[in-house]
């Protein structure tokens, strides 16, 4: 007979309750940003250049990101496909490439973020304006203690 698993903060059905909402949101997601031809990875980076005063190179898109330049490089190749995105270099340094937003890759932006808010919207739709309020309150407590826990 295999014990119970060691039962923590984890395992509380708060913890289940949140696990299930962000993978609900990640799936709706996903719908939304199919009809526009980008993935969720391809969001992000998007997300991230649309984000930054000066274009990115691809060694702080890759940390911003979390994962390894060569996933970065290939990123990169599917949205300079698109007209998304391209590659200009650095006005400092010949070596290094940047990478900024085309006029469509700021349409793009637009059209992901509106994207975002229709599967946000999916998720909320059973709950009132008041309850919304609510949940908007908690939910920045606890992004203001994780920020605030980070940071120390």
């Known amino acids: 007979m295999v014990p119970p698993a060691p039962s923590g903060p984890a395992d509380t059905p708060l913890a289940d309750q949140l ?4 993978r609900r949101l990640h799936r709706a997601q996903r719908r939304h940003l199919e009809p526009l031809g980008v ?11 649309a984000h930054c005063a000066e274009p990115p190179r691809m060694a702080d898109l ?14 990169v190749d599917g ?3 698109r007209q998304a995105v ?8 010949r070596r290094v490439t ?7 890759g700021r349409d793009l932006v637009d059209q992901l973020r ?3 808010r229709e599967a946000a919207e999916d998720l909320l739709a059973p709950l009132g ?3 919304r309020e609510q949940l908007s309150a908690l939910l920045t407590v606890l992004d203001t203690g994780w920020s605030t826990a980070g940071s120390g």
């Open 86 to 93: 391209r590659r200009v270099p650095d006005p400092g340094n």
């Open 62 to 75: 890759a940390h911003r990101l979390d994962v390894v330049p060569r996933a970065v490089t290939t990123l």
């Open 19 to 22: 696990i299930r909402l962000s």
């Open 79 to 81: 949205l300079e496909d």
């Open 114 to 116: 509106g994207a975002r």
């Open 98 to 104: 940047r990478i900024e937003l085309t006029p469509s």
């Open 129 to 131: 304006d008041a309850q």
């Open 39 to 49: 993935t969720p990875a391809q969001a992000r980076l998007l997300g991230i250049v």
